[in-house]
């Protein structure tokens, strides 16, 4: 969309026709991008997609923004990147530039892409380009658009970089060069790993202080008030999305070679997968206040998204929390209004009204979407556990994170 905008023109590669059709009607399929944003671009040719790999020869740069999961043993899986990698290198053409944009670990690009695309005959960095650029996008934020954020920029050569630049500067506003892939691929590494660690943090401390009875909300916002050297990170039922909770282990997997255990990670690891017990152990105590089990409560989890104002729901700490209160006998329904239903749970969202928030025994706001009428929550629930600090009442009947 950026690149189209500031009218590149753009094909767009998929291997899901239904996704393709999609785009080529003008439709979008990705929440926060409008169709009517996507529509006119497309209706004038500036935006088009395939699913024909051999539509790349005519391409001038390729940038692979493809999947990189964790596999069932939490190892790197670059098979998408890599399967992507041999499909073009049998369409590479000296003059090609190449951006890989995926997480990854250092030397994913060196050590991994340039081997497989030079299975062309072709040299990278000689004959054909390479740089890592890394994707920054942050769903759902206006503030900062793909064009406006910084773009890291780091080629295989001074050339490679010099290109890419060349690229990214037809739509970004800032470009970051940096000295090679292997820099750009662990800086947004860091930058995924500074967020896990942090939110672990304040995780850890907010179950201190429910311990310790002090609210840790307020003492955020009061560290907060700090001019230099202190960056507020919020508490939560745990980490959600497919980055925070996935990217950190491609570096916990390869400074293994290195004989180095990353145990900051391995902690934040720990310490925010913990978040969904304790989150529900709160539940059962505030139940427990009033002299009632979870067996047999009726549960209203307001919120299911990984996070405000989104339908994703990869790694969402929410289907853990419905899992357990379940497992615990609990009764639990949802409203989310990003999110219709949930099939593997078997729900579909309630709508949300003071009669519909008085029926159940706890109210638990799990995800804090702009738009939720929280006054009203707080005024009809007759129980809530609030891990989000989004209620606007400090009433006995409202339990905090
Ligand atoms: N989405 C974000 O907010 C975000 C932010 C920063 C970084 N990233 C990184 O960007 C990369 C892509 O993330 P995403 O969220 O766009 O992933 P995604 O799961 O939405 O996948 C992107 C597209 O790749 C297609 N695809 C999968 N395998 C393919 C193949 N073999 N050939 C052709 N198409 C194929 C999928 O159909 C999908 O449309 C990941 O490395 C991710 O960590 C994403």
Redesign the pocket.
Known sequence: MTFAEAGVSVLG????QS?VDAVNAGTSYIEDVPSERLGPLVADGTIRATTAWDEVRAADAVII????PLTGHREPDLS?VL??SESLAERLRPGHLVVL????YPGTTRDEVAPVLERSGLRAGRDFHLAFS????D?GRTDWTTATTPKVIGGLTPECTRRAMDLYGLACETLVPVSSPEVAELTKLLENIFRSVNIALVNELAMLCDRMNIDVWDVIDAAATKPFGYMPFRPGPGLGG??IPI?PFYLTWKAREFDLHTEFIELAGKVNSQMPEFCVSKVVRALNSRRRALNGSRVLVIGVAYKANVNDMRESPALRIVELLRAEGGNVEYHDPFVPSLPKLGLSSIPLTPDSAREFDVVVVVTAHDGIDWQMIADSATLIVDLRNAIPSTDGKVWRL
């Open positions: 590669l998929d291997a899901i996704k923004c493809l999947p990189t998408a399967g992507a944009e995926s997480t990854t890394p994707e920054r996008v769903p497919h980055c990217d």
